[in-house]
């Protein structure tokens, strides 16, 4: 587990940051500075995708949203034996509701982040964690779901489709 971020230089005279894995970001060294001292950063990862559950009978899919800490090492998060993701629910269809089940799931997130939580770590320690949305990895009919923008449409700008 991470507790604070970190800095990798490419060697001793530290003219050449490394950015890798999401602790060695200046997001999260910015969110580390504006804590209290002893509190922490516990950077949430979501993500989602409409997985078929047959081909042989039907177009029946379920669309689950999953979970992940990303305090955790990657090596260990993105290993699926070691159970690093959760999942937290399932999109119901059809997706016109979507974004009121974001809503009831997510209400409480900026509380999370303000007051923090006190949590036993795996070391043994009591620490305060402020939980917050880093990311969520989606693909592009995801996304689109997610923002509820039409098909074709650009999910990051307003750019109209010519």
């Known amino acids: 587990m991470r507790y604070e971020p970190t800095k990798h230089f ?17 997001w999260w060294w910015n969110l580390h500075r ?11 990862i979501f993500a989602s995708d409409a997985t078929f559950l047959t081909n042989f009978c039907g177009d029946k899919d379920i669309d689950p949203i999953n979970f992940t800490v990303a305090n955790i090492h990657p090596k260990i998060r993105n290993c699926p034996n070691r159970q ?11 997706g016109e509701i979507m974004q009121q089940v ?13 007051d923090g939580i006190k949590l036993t770590c795996p070391d043994g320690k009591i620490r305060f964690g402020h939980l917050i949305l880093a990311a ?13 923008q039409v098909y074709g449409s650009c999910t990051i700008c307003t750019t109209p489709t010519d």
Request: with cysteine.
């Open 10 to 26: 490419e060697d001793e005279s530290r003219q050449t940051r490394i950015i890798g894995d999401l602790d060695t970001s200046d």
């Open 34 to 44: 504006s804590l209290p001292e002893g509190h922490f950063v516990i950077p949430l």
């Open 84 to 94: 690093a993701w959760r999942c937290l629910g399932i999109f119901p269809e059809p």
């Open 102 to 114: 974001l809503q009831d799931m997510l209400f409480e997130l900026p509380d999370l982040w303000n």
């Open 136 to 148: 969520w990895i989606a693909d592009y009919v995801e996304y689109n779901k997610l923002f509820t």
